[in-house]
């Protein structure tokens, strides 16, 4: 099969529609499939263009099989909203040009968040005549107002309508939770045409491990208890919040905090803990794919944080699944709803409510003084990790797009047996 993938975020970005897309990619082409993703130059999420890579109109390259074209793009940071905007347009609209140049794919399919790249992927789709498969990431533009970057306005009410569009013009619908395809029954999509298929981890990348001597050294965090936030430091992880359990714990000398990544809000959090004098809380810069085990190999428990928003209930973050993949138990801090069913059912940590400081505090000093209680989570998070790989994700989604070809894709939903 010939796919043709659009997505404005790939490695050496670090994100999780960066990280999904390509590692699902690589076991495609392993499978013997052609593999063209279109996508910009690495700049997420400073708008900054990364070393060894310039903004062109056109540049190619292939990474494990995969054929990479990148378009050029107008490059903003994560915040602010018109800027992003203008960058997410530019895209669209390069990411369509390039598209239609590429060889004739038997499929095309593009992720959300944002759906900008949707309407490239659909507007491709329809002008080479062949389907368009929409991989729902998020449920975006609700998750504008969620995290308070935009107030609800005509302007989201008429991006929704066009959300809407995409849906129902769609071969059909891959959602990474149940929730987002409950969200779309409610508003009208037919359920047959989405089919769920839940993000993982890449096993063979992933593993438990003891912490590198010379790494722990490094970050001067040998001998402690480290609670690892690794990951995108941004407005949708209310990461203030950890701060005030930093604070509450700051008397315990063998607690750390570890928190590695890029984000719009990192250098705003590295100067409240400075300016809060929280010793207990380290800042390690963004670091490249290949050392991302290395640094979740120093934690002791794994932490998802996310602000306190019903629109929260819906997502999966896949630290969760890399957490699994390293044997770690989580901590997670988030609305109740698909990501704490996956940790209360699987046994594999702590749910916690949402911003609440004091009982994160006494949930980290409660693993770290209970040997029993943590290894039996650790030992589930382990065992839990197969059922949710990167290879089987790669095969479900596989499955979906193949539906799409062979003009199933409105039973998609029965190409995915879970």
């Known amino acids: 099969m010939r796919i043709l993938f659009l997505t404005e975020n790939f490695p050496p970005e670090m994100n999780a529609a960066a990280t999904r897309v390509y590692e699902r990619a690589a076991y495609w082409v392993k499978w013997g499939h052609k593999v063209t993703v279109v996508t910009c130059a690495p700049n997420f999420p400073l708008g900054k263009v990364f070393d060894g890579y310039k903004n062109k109109w056109k540049t190619i390259e292939v990474m494990d099989g995969i054929r990479v074209v990148r378009v050029k793009t107008y490059m903003a940071p994560n915040s602010g909203t018109f800027p992003r905007m203008m960058d997410f347009l530019s895209f669209m609209i390069t990411g369509t040009i390039a598209g239609l140049f590429q060889e004739k794919p038997d499929v095309v399919a593009a992720t959300s968040p944002q759906f900008f790249s949707a309407i490239a992927g659909w507007l491709v789709g329809g002008l080479r005549r062949v389907p368009f498969v929409f991989e729902l990431g998020d449920l975006w533009p609700a998750s504008i107002t969620a995290v308070g970057a935009m107030e609800d306005n005509f302007f989201l009410r008429l991006m929704e309508k066009l959300e809407l569009f995409l849906y129902r013009r769609s071969a059909c619908v891959a959602a990474l939770t149940q929730s987002f395809k409950d969200d779309l029954i409610s508003r009208n999509i037919p359920a047959d045409k989405i089919a769920v ?21 490094e970050w001067e965090v040998e001998g402690c208890f480290i609670v690892g936030y690794i990951g995108t430091h941004g407005m949708a992880h209310a990461l203030e919040k950890v701060l005030d359990a930093a604070a509450i714990l700051r008397n315990d000398p063998k607690i750390r905090f570890l928190f590695v990544g890029p984000g719009a809000v990192r250098e705003a959090l590295i100067a409240e803990a400075k300016g809060r004098k929280l010793d207990n809380v380290i800042f390690a810069p963004p670091q490249p794919k290949e050392r991302m085990p290395d640094f979740w190999g120093l934690c002791n428990v794994a932490l998802v944080h996310l602000k306190d928003t019903p629109v929260f209930e819906s997502v999966i973050p896949s630290k969760i699944f890399e957490a699994m993949g390293m044997g770690l138990p989580v901590l997670l801090s988030a609305p109740a709803g698909e990501a704490s069913r996956i940790v209360v059912q699987e046994g594999i940590g702590i749910h916690l409510p949402p911003e609440s400081p004091m009982e994160l505090a006494q949930a980290i000093t409660r693993l770290k003084n209970n040997q029993t209680e943590y290894l039996k989570f650790a030992q589930a998070s382990y065992a839990a990790a197969p059922h949710h790989s990167r290879e089987r994700q790669a095969r479900e989604m596989l499955a979906v797009l193949q539906a799409a070809v062979d003009g199933r894709g409105s039973e998609a939903a029965k190409a995915v047996v879970t």
Do not use: E, F, Q, T
């Open 197 to 217: 298929v839940i993000n993982g981890v890449d096993l063979p990348r992933y593993s438990p491990r003891k912490p590198d001597p010379a790494l722990a050294k």
